[in-house]
């Protein structure tokens, strides 16, 4: 069984030969090719050949099209490129701080934006090259995120009070954008879309059930309509959205090392695939082989069945290379076999 047919195994509810892995990687992937993240960043030949390397060396069961937002500067958002680090938005000078500048706003292509059709490419190198074996994973930007790097992380968070209709009509917007850009990134050959909304972790249970569920089911609904898997991932502490992140629907849900994936198991959907959550530095990064073996195996315990093995959030540049093999090899020791899911029982590790 290779990589494809275990993730596709695993999401069907099939027997699997053992866990699959799969970590985000992004500064850590370059610097496994030797080469600097603006360039991992700005050219899609450099992400797909490092991401490639590295999910070969070891032995990872996808590769990512995973970068920072592609949305925001086709959007027309003023963003700042570093050597060696990520990009990011400049936050004192957003795209939307005047309002009024939404309704005149238009939506990029993502064929013909510069950022969007780079990671196009991305997604048809990474399928071309090795789609046969591996998952191909694209990624959007959710909702909240989206509207975050266009309004501002702190205006948006105020205008969930003071302007509910700028929120929403906002919203629709970034939605509009995700969507196409979703849907053009599994007719270049992903199997998979990611989903990352880290700005949702912010707001209260009712903001998110209010504003931000809406607009992700639909971003969900829109990529199952044209065939294709989600995997949804939110930095940050999820633990009072964890209902509603079950009744998304979504195949695969990611969550932070700071929610417990035993609390997941409990409140989420029977079936749902969690994928996590390994503290990314305390413990992949800063701990030894044995520390991360036992965290992953820690975590599986925690998650029973339906289970893929991954660190809460991005793999941290400098993590020893040990480190991240131990934790593969947890997976390609252990299957989801042995584990009783109903009604939270759990029976022993296999």
């Known amino acids: 069984m290779n990589s494809r047919e275990r993730v596709f195994h695993l999401l069907a ?54 970068a920072e937002t592609r949305e925001a500067p086709d959007c027309g958002a003023e963003v700042e490129y570093f050597e060696d680090q990520p990009p990011a938005v400049v936050a004192s000078r957003v795209l939307l701080q005047d309002k009024s500048m939404l309704g005149r706003l238009k939506a990029p292509s993502p064929y013909t934006g510069e950022r969007m059709s780079d990671r196009l490419n991305g997604v048809r190198i990474l399928n071309e090259r090795i789609g046969r074996d591996k998952i191909v994973e694209g990624w959007v930007e959710g909702p909240c995120a989206a509207a975050a790097d266009v309004r501002g992380l702190g205006n948006l968070m105020l205008d969930f009070y003071d302007d509910p209709a700028f929120v929403h009509d906002l919203f629709e917007f970034v939605l509009d954008v995700g969507s196409r850009f979703a849907l053009a990134q599994l007719e270049a050959g992903a199997d998979l879309i990611g989903i990352g909304d880290a700005a949702a972790s912010l707001v209260s249970a009712q903001v998110y059930r209010e504003f931000i569920w809406p607009f992700e089911e639909r971003l969900v609904a829109a990529i199952h309509g044209a065939g294709g898997l989600v995997r949804l991932h939110i930095c940050g ?58 965290a992953v195996r820690e975590c599986h315990r925690q998650a029973g069945g339906c289970f893929i093995v991954g660190a809460g959030c991005e793999i941290p540049r400098g993590t020893p290379s040990d480190n991240l093999l131990a934790m593969v090899k947890y997976a390609r020791e252990h299957t989801d076999s042995g584990f009783v899911t109903a009604a939270g029982i759990q029976s022993a590790e296999s």
Request: charged letters at 20%.
């Open 237 to 294: 502490n999820t633990q009072r959205l964890l209902t509603d992140l079950g009744r998304l629907g979504c195949e695969i849900v990611e969550l932070d090392s700071m929610t417990p994936l035993s609390e997941a198991r409990s409140r989420m959907r029977p079936g749902q695939v969690v994928l996590g959550n390994v503290d990314p530095v305390r413990v992949v990064k800063n701990g030894t082989p044995e520390s991360v073996y036992d």
């Open 13 to 66: 509810g099939q027997p699997i030969d053992c866990l699959p892995a799969m970590p985000i990687t992004m500064m850590f992937a370059a610097d496994q090719l030797g080469r600097k993240y603006l360039n991992y960043s700005l050219d899609s030949r450099v992400l797909a050949e490092a991401q490639i390397q590295t999910a070969t060396a070891f032995d990872f069961d996808h590769v990512s099209c995973i």
